[in-house]
């Protein structure tokens, strides 16, 4: 009885070289653990796709049924024919005995079980009851669906991730997801693969038992009413109409008007959004196409059927709204249907279909590229490792580039013993940094070369048509809830990041080397914190004062050691060494420095990196705006709440926050044009 999770803090990816599906695996297990119900699966595991077999649904798990109740007896009693005799064989009592008898029968004595949960204290009692026969119990994360760099930000619910991957394993990207249950929600992708955002209201239900809860005279609506009413309008064409004559429809009328035209909104932008890069590049539209994140080899669907998911336990009435006419559901004017005038002559058609076990299917999906991805690793381990030797590599390093590119090139320069016999490569990076490599991790930064290619050389702007900066803020804007609840996780002894003793120029950008193979798979490296939206400021055009937006939103990139929350035990590492030396044994060859954040930064960039931020209070800082060079002063640091800024008051009137990178931009140019500064000598400093 095997589980595979963190036990001190959960990550955001599952450590796959333990969690894929087994060699000889005949049936696979998921679940989701929603807000009302458990939805349970079985994928078939010689499949290559492992694309689920049979769905089911139970009542969530009770903690005092486990308490007083066998918890076999509850495991068995919440399978069904097939699967319990997977696990039991045909035995009616579901003992212990039966269940490790069964268990010796199969190629893979261990079942695997994989868990999306948005529901921790059922994820917990699964854990319970799995935990009484041979198994694995996989919990899986918001990464093992999409990268960051394919859009994933931290908040983003594990749920709604996988419902997305689904939905891109059925019909390809873009991708577009509505998911209607206790809360009804919205994901989206676009044709590279890159979530687009999405959005979180209240469900049907909850909106009818909010309403009935807060107001005395309003009725209760039920699952059953609402159905019958639906079921109604489209058997005896009596729609809900707008203009209601009872209470009850009056409140169906109106939560079914807001899905539907929210909805069709919603719908309008992503095909906007979503198709523009298709319609740039038509020979995109093919068939397939590579994704984003995917091995050289992989191909995904396009969707060019321009096909929207509705999934959920109301899916299907969510389906019926978005449909022409809102599936007759509610009432329908004809004027509605009028064409757009030929400005927007560009196709809106659109595809809409329920799919109830969505999160299944992109539960398989990852799994089929998991197991995908371990037999082209042992394929790759057992190439000669010469004939590596002088190809090109990348690899993604949490630092502050800026170009905003965190890919560093390199090339493998040679093949080296490591301690134990292993061979390892050396990579030298093209800013001369260099550093060792395990088989796995080369083949990792193959991939990630496939995909990106060499650095993309800057154009320069052309000097018609300059794009208009957007607003100066005057004073920074409230956190919003996804940015006050962040829960910064630990740097790992591979951070990205890590600083010797304070150092201010010396960031590393090497994963440092551990004294054992093994990673730890609990901690993250970064966690990316959300702009915060801008405040309107003060501009000029030719010459008359007007209230014009500045500059752009304020970005923030946060060095993810300054707000660690929780500590995690590491062992620590030597600053230098690219791998721990066992017993003090000196290394068979001399291991390369580690790999430096940045070998190119000038002295004002080590200066604001290796500072007390409140030292650059008072200082005179310059941006550009529309070729104008406008002068301020950093007025104050605050860091009272994440992310940090410095606040900048321009002498015209403006304000602004900085993050770390706009004051090292706005500190640079004012070292260009300072000269200039006709009030440098109020400066104090």
């Given at each position: ?224 009413q609402v159905l019958a009413r639906v079921n109604e309008a489209q058997e005896k064409g009596k729609p809900l109409p707008t203009f209601a004559r ?440």
């Amino acid at each position: 009885m095997t589980e595979l999770r963190a036990q001190s803090k959960l990550p955001h990816k599952t450590n796959w070289s333990d969690a894929a599906p087994l060699d000889g695996e005949e049936l696979i297990f998921s679940i989701s653990c929603g807000n009302s119900h458990l939805h349970w699966a079985t994928h078939h595991g010689n499949a290559e796709d492992y694309n689920p077999l049979i769905f089911w649904r139970t009542p969530h798990l009770k903690e005092e049924d486990l308490e007083h109740e066998d918890l076999l007896g509850v495991l068995s009693r919440n399978l069904p024919d097939d699967p319990h005799d997977h696990i039991f064989g045909k035995s009616v009592d579901a003992t212990a005995e039966d269940a490790i008898s069964q268990s010796k029968q199969r190629a893979a004595p261990l079942i695997s079980v994989y868990i999306v949960s948005t529901n921790r204290g059922q994820e917990a009692l699964l854990a319970k009851i799995w935990s009484t026969v041979p198994s694995r119990f996989v919990v899986m994360r918001g990464g093992d669906f999409f990268k960051k760099e394919e859009g994933r930000y931290d908040t983003m619910g594990t749920d709604r991730l996988a419902t997305l991957t689904g939905a891109v394993h059925l019909h390809g990207h873009p991708a577009l997801v509505f998911d209607g249950g206790t809360a009804t929600t919205y994901s989206a992708t676009d044709s590279s693969g890159t979530i687009l955002g999405g959005g979180i209201g209240p469900g049907i239900q909850s909106k009818f038992r909010s309403l009935t809860k807060d107001t005395d005279a309003l009725p209760e609506i039920t699952t059953e009413q609402v159905l019958a009413r639906v079921n109604e309008a489209q058997e005896k064409g009596k729609p809900l109409p707008t203009f209601a004559r009872n209470t009850q429809e009056a409140m169906m009328a109106d939560a079914f008007q807001e899905f539907a035209l929210k909805g069709r909104n919603v719908i309008e932008h992503w095909l906007e959004k979503a198709y523009d890069k298709l319609a740039d590049n038509p020979a995109e539209t093919t068939s397939e196409v590579k994704s984003a994140g995917a091995p050289a080899e992989t191909t995904t669907k396009v969707n060019t059927d321009k096909r929207v998911i509705c999934t959920g336990g109301d899916g299907d009435i969510l389906m019926q709204l978005l449909q022409p006419h809102y599936g007759g559901v509610i009432e329908h004017m004809e004027s509605n249907d009028r064409a757009k005038s030929k400005d927007n002559a560009i196709s809106r058609s659109y595809v809409v279909e329920a799919s109830k076990h969505l999160m299944h299917y992109g539960i398989a999906s990852v799994l089929a590229a998991q197991v995908k991805l371990r037999k082209s690793k042992d394929a790759f381990s057992k190439n000669p490792h010469e004939e590596h030797v002088g190809k090109r590599v990348a690899k993604h390093f949490e630092v502050e580039a800026d170009d905003g590119d965190n890919i560093f090139r390199g090339k493998v320069m040679k093949v080296i013993k490591a301690e134990g016999g292993e061979n390892e490569f050396r990579i030298k990076y093209d800013d001369g940094d260099s550093e060792d490599v395990t088989t796995s991790e080369l083949f990792d930064m193959f991939e990630l070369f496939s995909v990106h290619g060499e650095k993309k050389s800057r154009k320069a702007a052309p000097a018609k048509g300059k794009k208009k900066p957007a607003p100066k803020k005057v004073k920074k804007a409230k956190s919003s809830d996804d940015e006050k609840a962040v829960d910064i996780p630990s740097v790992p002894a591979k951070s990205a990041k890590s600083k010797a003793n304070g150092a201010p120029t010396e960031e590393k950008k090497t994963d440092a080397k551990k004294a054992t193979k093994a990673e730890p798979s609990d901690v993250e490296k970064a966690v990316d914190i959300p702009s915060v939206p801008s405040k309107s400021a003060k501009s000029k055009a030719n010459g008359a004062p007007l209230e014009e937006k500045k500059t752009d939103a304020k970005k923030v990139k946060k060095i993810i050691s300054s707000y660690v929350e929780k500590a995690v035990h590491i062992h620590s590492l030597p600053a230098r060494s690219a791998k721990n030396k066992a017993n003090g044994a000196p290394p068979q060859e001399k291991k390369p420095a580690a790999k430096k954040a940045k070998t190119v930064v000038n002295n004002i960039a080590s200066l604001v990196n290796g500072s007390d931020p409140r030292s650059f209070v008072r200082k005179r800082v310059a941006k550009d705006f529309d070729g104008d060079t406008y002068y301020g002063t950093v007025m104050e640091y605050d860091d009272t709440e994440p992310p940090a800024y410095w606040h900048a008051e321009y002498d015209d009137g403006d304000e602004e926050d900085y993050s770390k990178k706009d004051l090292i931009k706005a500190l640079k140019y004012y070292e260009i044009k300072g000269k200039n500064d006709t009030n440098k000598s109020n400066k104090k400093s």
